[in-house]
């Protein structure tokens, strides 16, 4: 079993990565990607506490340097001959090799992790950032970009599938895709993360010879306002920490995939919100082309809209469009 120590090398080793992977883009005004490599380093700071359970194992692990990340791999690599099937350690040896520099390494272990969990979208995610920092021109390639697209096939919320896919589209002069790629990305972000992904979306649009961008959009007339409560029973208790609600509208019989979702935090319920065309993750399936349309919310441990064991979700409620008055959802 791999010890706690090493987890918390291993968490360092995935900061620096994430720092690694994403500095070269801190120039030429790409300022968002860089943004999110510092929260990264949060994100893994934190995990790496939770960990050791004290601040100052943090800084011993720290201190310890290469070596104790060597052996750390080692063990790794010892206990993943006992259990091959693992792969949890598979990722996490690729990104131990990784952070030592041992790029084909860190590929053929992230590549047997994502033959082992062929659906998990971070690790998709992961292992195609990873494949472009070992390639000599950073460059996602034909595998990253099918990792990439499968990611975002299971998960359509998920903003970093989004996010790399524009950039592996940049770089392969295809800057009309990757705007549309962009732009679908827009409603779900934060309002200070929209306007860098804007600055990015006139660069693209501009490589390709496109007018610029119209300013945004008022809400679509055609939409659903909408209610999500927590029952009695669900509200005593506890959540985990990251739960996340999904509230999401589909075409009933047809695809999972919606045609307009929003992501809240838990904590955020009971909520009230309006979707419309403004939320439809795919610029070419939009929530008024629709004659009807199945409503539901979904409460997500994981934090990914893709249903997972435990997630809990609310009676779907088939609805005509358009449709007047409020939609109560109960999870």
């Known amino acids: ?31 968002g990607p860089f943004l999110a490599a510092v929260i990264a380093l949060g994100v893994a700071g934190v995990a790496l506490y939770m960990l050791v359970g004290t601040p100052q194992a943090v800084d011993a692990v720290a201190d310890e340097g290469p070596a104790s990340l060597q052996q750390g791999v080692r063990e790794l690599e010892e206990a993943l001959e006992r259990e091959p099937q693992r792969a ?32 998990e979208v971070p690790l998709l995610v992961e292992a195609a950032q990873a494949r472009a920092q070992a390639d000599a021109g950073k460059q996602f390639d034909d595998t990253a970009v099918r990792w990439l697209k499968h990611a975002q096939q299971l998960d359509p919320a998920s903003e970093r599938a989004g996010w790399l896919i524009g950039i592996a589209q940049r770089q392969r002069g295809q800057d009309a895709q990757a705007a549309a790629t962009w732009e679908a990305l827009l409603p779900r972000l934060e309002p200070a993360a929209a306007t860098a992904l804007r600055e990015q979306i006139a660069i693209a649009r501009e490589k390709a010879g496109m007018p610029a961008a119209a300013p945004a959009a008022a809400a679509s007339p055609v939409g659903l306002d909408i209610e999500v409560t927590l029952d009695p029973a669900s509200a005593a208790k506890a959540l985990a920490a990251g739960t996340q609600v999904f509230v999401i509208a589909r075409m009933p019989g047809g695809p999972p995939m919606p045609v307009a979702v929003e992501k809240h935090p838990a904590t955020a319920l009971p909520l009230k919100i309006r979707l419309d065309d403004a939320d439809s993750p795919m610029p070419t399936a939009m929530l008024s082309s629709l004659k009807e349309v199945e409503v539901f919310a979904r409460l997500s441990a994981s934090g990914t809209a893709t249903r997972q064991e435990g997630d809990v979700d609310s009676k779907p409620v088939r609805v005509a469009l358009p449709h007047g008055g409020t939609i109560k959802l109960m999870l």
Do not use: H, T, Y
């Open 88 to 119: 949890d350690g598979w990722a996490l040896l690729g990104r131990s090799e990784l952070a030592l520099g041992n790029l084909d390494k860190a590929n053929q272990a992230f590549a047997r992790a994502v033959a082992l969990a062929p659906d």
């Open 1 to 31: 079993m791999v010890s706690a120590w090493m987890q918390a090398i291993a968490g360092l080793a995935a900061a620096v990565v994430a720092m690694v992977v994403l500095w070269p883009l801190r120039g030429s005004g790409r300022r």
